[in-house]
Nanobody
Framework: VQLQASGGGLVQAGGSLRLFCAAS????????MGWFRQAPGKEREFVVA????????YYADSVKGRFTVSRDDAKRSVYLQMNSLKPEDTAVYYC???????????????????WGQGTQVTVSS
């Protein structure tokens, strides 16, 4: 499975961006997809995870109410709508996937088997 993240860019505080993660290759029909982010000098941080059906989501408290995750009908990609962006949201954003069903470990980056290359999000103050 290959994951390709895109949609990052430079935006002013309070603005919005939409990230996109496309899966290709031997995609999994029962996979959890997640978004993580990593700022310079910091550990990779969980942002959100979504179940295969899209019916179950889990957000980090830091983005709850501002970010929204969704999956498309083909089940081969996931979107992250980011609103009310803050300078502290600046990071490289990574999408990840795993074939196991949604569980309590979805917030742990070590749980995921597949990763995309990352896309830079920069929020200016």
């Amino acid at each position: 499975v290959q994951l390709q993240a895109s949609g990052g860019g430079l935006v002013q505080a309070g603005g919005s961006l939409r990230l996109f993660c496309a899966a290709s290759g031997r995609t999994m029909t029962t996979s959890v997809m997640g978004w993580f982010r990593q700022a310079p000098g910091k550990e990779r941080e969980f942002v959100v995870a979504v179940s295969w059906s899209g019916s179950t989501t889990y957000y980090a408290d830091s983005v709850k109410g501002r970010f929204t995750v969704s999956r498309d009908d083909a089940k081969r990609s996931v979107y992250l709508q980011m609103n009310s962006l803050k300078p502290e949201d600046t990071a490289v954003y990574y999408c990840a996937a795993d074939k196991r069903s949604f569980q309590s470990d979805v917030g742990d980056p070590r749980w995921y088997d597949f990763w995309g290359q990352g896309t830079q999000v920069t929020v200016s103050s």
